[in-house]
């Protein structure tokens, strides 16, 4: 079955930098477009980051636009964030989720991973 | 962006009745819309994508339909384990959007 470990979560200064991993098996990852999806505490859902399935085209939410990176190792079956310069409003439980098929649809996700960003 | 909006923001209902959720959408996302449910301390789960199709192993309670900017999730004769938070989500428009939220909560 599908499964998907987040990792690298913790806490982090204002301006500091922190990088998550997401390890994927139970599917062929190297076939599947993959996404960072967030929510703060006591909110909704936020879409932030997504990447082909091989890596060639990425796109943000415009509040992490130029901070954080999307990045991908089919041959370690890993999805990564790299988050810089957090701020306070990026505190929150950080999924990354598989497409459906070819759909930008989330049909499996990993446990969650807390982000806080505080001094 | 396009904005979706749910409602009601919680519905308190006992098991066995039907839950009626809304999302609307500020323009048009076809039928380009899932709706996923969300546990407290679990993953989210989707129920429905492209409006009306159940995903893998739903079960037949839940569904959905609509179009453009209206859209509903039903759910008949709730079960305890269908009390969760659902949202709905669009794929009409980059980026992705997610709705608030509807809390579907035991009466």
């Known amino acids: 079955q599908v499964q998907l470990v987040e990792s690298g979560g913790g806490v982090v200064q204002p301006g500091r930098s922190l990088r998550l991993s997401c390890a994927a098996s139970?599917?062929?990852?190297?076939?599947?477009?993959m996404h960072w999806v967030r929510q703060a505490p006591g909110k909704g859902l936020e879409w932030v980051a997504v990447i082909s399935y091989d890596g060639s085209n990425q796109d943000y939410r415009d509040s992490v636009k130029g901070r954080f990176t999307i990045s991908r190792d089919n041959s370690k079956n890993t999805l990564y964030l790299q988050m810089n310069s957090l701020r306070p409003d990026d505190t929150a439980v950080y999924y990354c989720a598989k497409e459906k098929g070819v759909l930008p649809y989330f049909d499996s996700w990993g446990q969650g991973n807390l982000v806080t960003v505080s001094s | 962006e396009i904005v979706l909006t749910q409602s009601p923001v919680t519905l308190s209902l006992s098991p066995g009745e039907r839950a009626t959720l809304s999302c609307r959408a500020s323009?048009?996302?076809?039928?380009?819309l899932a709706w996923y449910q969300h546990q407290p301390g679990q993953a989210p789960r989707l129920l429905i994508y492209d409006a009306s199709n159940r995903a893998t192993g739903i079960p037949a309670r839940f569904s959905g339909s609509g179009s453009g900017t209206d859209f509903t999730l039903t759910i008949n004769s709730l079960e305890p384990e269908d009390f969760a938070v659902y949202y709905c989500?669009?794929?009409?428009?980059?980026?992705?959007?997610f709705g608030g939220g509807t809390k579907v909560e035991i009466k």
């Open positions: 323009q048009s996302v076809r039928t380009f």
């Open positions: 139970g599917f062929i990852f190297s076939n599947y477009g």
């Open positions: 989500q669009q794929r009409s428009n980059w980026a992705l959007t």
